[in-house]
């Protein structure tokens, strides 16, 4: 059974699902959408991918939720939540010396973008990102995703209404069956994810 921790941030307490492993190769962070928590189908199907490759796994429930929020907080309060909950991870639960990965679906993966130099992380895993809102392709959000320098993946619905980002030099987008949900086809969700940590390491 995973532990659950509560996690202090300067908006209030994350709480934190952490799946831990005997012998680690890494660690894997991962933030919820905006309309869901982290027992969406696709995070809890990248999670057992991570788990079977070595991965110790923490699944980030942001303030705004544990408050009984619907609406997100703003970005700089999401960002700033999420980094001082990796931080405190690392301090304690998750150590340095493991490598560490940081996503998550939708809002979450954007989250994990803004912050991936200031979290230290290695590789950045996006499931469903949201490339621009639907029908709104001139308010394009790519620039969150071409920001980070570190290899990342996206693993994105075909029919994903907000949006099909491009591949690019240390980014690989793996396009599998579906909308923005990723329920479509949740095996090559998780073949996807697992084929990418592995070759990460």
Known sequence: ?????????????????????????????????????????????????????????????????VAGRRSPAPARQLDIAWTAVVAQLRSAELPETLPLVVGGRSMGARVACRTAEATGAVGVLCLA????????????RLSELDAVTVPTLVVQGARD????????????????????????????????????LRGLL
């Open 129 to 140: 990102f949201p490339v621009h809102p639907p029908g709104r392709p001139e308010k394009s």
């Open 161 to 196: 209404a907000f949006g099909m980002p491009p591949a690019a030099e240390v980014r690989t987008v793996i396009e599998v069956a579906g909308d923005h949900s990723l329920r479509t086809d949740l095996d090559a969700v998780a073949d996807a994810v697992a084929a990418w």
């Open 1 to 65: 059974m995973p532990a659950e921790l509560d996690v202090e941030t300067p908006f209030g307490p994350a709480r934190v699902q952490l799946h831990r492993l005997v012998r680690a190769r890494a660690a894997l962070v991962l933030g919820h959408g905006a309309g869901g928590g982290i027992g969406s189908r696709d995070l809890v199907a990248a999670t057992e991918a991570a788990l079977a490759e070595g991965f110790v796994v923490a699944l980030v429930e942001q303030p705004y939720r």
